[in-house]
């Protein structure tokens, strides 16, 4: 069974920039989540999906960073404009829903701004 | 969500038990309590619940106290493979994952 996948596995763009990172869900998952994480620290949530729907996007900077999932299968997180802060590592997750809240993690993409 | 708390590192020798603590003193009768673990460079990889009873699969244990205030996760014969970062979350259902600094783990040869 293949696992959570997410592309690309690294990223380095100038500060300004716009960026967009993709992830592929475990093949029957409706539930999608993408975190950040820091170097040195845990993952954060950002945003939520149950299928289609974003239930909680309540972490995600709206000035800069938008997600969509649009037919409840893969989703895309972009980021524009960048801005040196954001330079971490953006992991997208998955689980299968309906109460179960075991999580997969994909490998995560590093983001480094310059 | 509870809060929770965990020592920042831990050795162990390979082939010896390892056994990560967990403190959740404010957990709620609803919530219960997953371990995550985060090799370097990989995202993090489910490893075992449980609510109230000890609970074990392929990869752990996990022992919960009879309060419920603490638990114990235990690798039973730790490899070099074993070296991560260790995360103890309590979470009710519907509640989302909440990731605290974690436990180093250093398996040494």
């Known amino acids: 069974e293949a696992g959570v996948v997410q592309s690309p596995r690294y990223k380095i763009i100038e500060k300004k920039q716009p960026v967009a990172f993709w992830c592929n869900p475990i093949s029957g998952h409706n539930t999608l989540y993408w975190y950040l994480q820091n170097l040195g620290q845990g993952p954060e949530l950002l945003i939520r999906y149950e299928n289609e729907e974003a239930v909680d996007d309540s972490q995600l900077p709206k000035d800069r960073f938008s997600a969509e999932r649009l037919k409840g299968v893969d989703s895309t997180l972009k980021i524009q404009p960048a801005e040196l802060g954001d330079s971490a590592v953006y992991l997208c997750?998955?689980?299968?829903?309906?109460?179960?809240?075991?999580?997969?993690f994909g490998p995560g993409t590093r983001l480094t701004v310059t | 969500d509870a809060k929770t708390t965990q020592p920042p590192s831990m050795d162990c020798a390979e082939g010896r038990a390892a056994n990560l603590p967990c403190n959740h003193s404010?957990?709620?009768?609803?919530?219960?309590v997953y371990w995550y673990r985060q090799i370097h460079s990989q995202g993090p990889q489910y490893i075992i619940h449980g609510l109230k009873n000890n609970e074990t699969n392929e990869m752990a244990s996990l022992i919960i106290t009879e309060d419920r205030k603490s638990s114990t996760l235990i690798l039973p014969h730790a490899t070099l493979r074993d070296t991560a970062v260790y995360y103890c979350?309590?979470?009710?259902?519907?509640?989302?994952?909440?990731f605290g600094q974690g436990t180093e783990l250093s398996v040494k040869p």
């Open positions: 404010t957990i709620s009768g609803n919530e219960y």
């Open positions: 979350i309590v979470i009710n259902q519907g509640g989302k994952l909440i």
């Open positions: 997750a998955s689980s299968p829903g309906g109460g179960d809240y075991e999580q997969y």
